[in-house]
Each structure stands twice: as C-alpha cells, then as structure tokens.
Nanobody
Framework: QVQLVESGGGLVQAGDSLRLSCATSGRTFSSYAVGWFRQAPGKEREFVAAISRSGANTYYPPSVKGRFTISRDSDKNTVYLQMNSLKPEDTANYYC????????????????????WGRGTQVTVSS
C-alpha cells in the first residue's frame, strides 16, 4: 500500500506561485509514476501533470503547460508541482496519485490510470 500526503496549498493572488508537495513513506516511490489532478466544486477531476518513474518523461494539458512544472526528488520520496502565474480558474483541491510502473512512461491522464491517491490540498487563487 502506498500512502500519499499532499501539502503546500493555500490562498494566493492571481499571478502568484505555489509549490505543492506529494510525499510518501515506506515503499520506494521511484517505482511509481505520479500524476497531479485537481477538482473544483461541481466539476469532474481534471488532469494537471504527470511524471514517469525516473522523472525523464512529463506531460501537461494545454491549460497549465508553460505555467506548471512537475518534478521529483527520489532521495526525499517526494513529487512536486511548481505552479506559476496562477489564475482564479486554477482554484481547486489538488490531488496526487501514483501507479506502479515497470517502464519509464507516465501512467496516464485519466484518474482510473492510478491506483493510489492522496486526500488533497486546497489551492485558492483570488482575482
């Protein structure tokens, strides 16, 4: 079982930056591809970013590409989501998710591609 804990959310103004963290303990995180998703009230869970086991492969949707960066630190068993130039429409609860992979590709861009989920961290961007 992989337990994921997100942190780093908060209330910021439009144009500000935040860095979210997704940490785990126990199993070796480097065997897992990781994704970030977000969900606003009344909306479906939306894909935000994905990273492969080694960190060599990443993928972003057009809505955040160029503003968000996903990275990982294997020594710290942590995956990060650096969010720059935040917009009010980025307001949501942000979740990290992980899936065991024996290849160095991202797990996917849909929630069902991931087996393990954190409880989320709230990001609120005011205009």
């Amino acid at each position: 079982q992989v337990q994921l804990v997100e942190s780093g959310g908060g209330l910021v103004q439009a144009g500000d930056s935040l860095r979210l963290s997704c940490a785990t303990s126990g199993r070796t995180f480097s065997s897992y591809a990781v994704g970030w998703f977000r969900q606003a009230p009344g909306k479906e869970r939306e894909f935000v970013a994905a990273i492969s086991r080694s960190g060599a492969n990443t993928y972003y949707p057009p809505s955040v590409k160029g503003r968000f960066t996903i990275s990982r630190d294997s020594d710290k068993n942590t995956v990060y989501l650096q969010m720059n130039s935040l917009k009010p429409e980025d307001t949501a609860n942000y979740y990290c998710a992980a899936d065991y992979r024996n290849t160095d590709y991202i797990a996917g861009i849909a929630p069902h591609h991931y087996d393990y989920w954190g409880r989320g961290t709230q990001v609120t961007v005011s205009s």
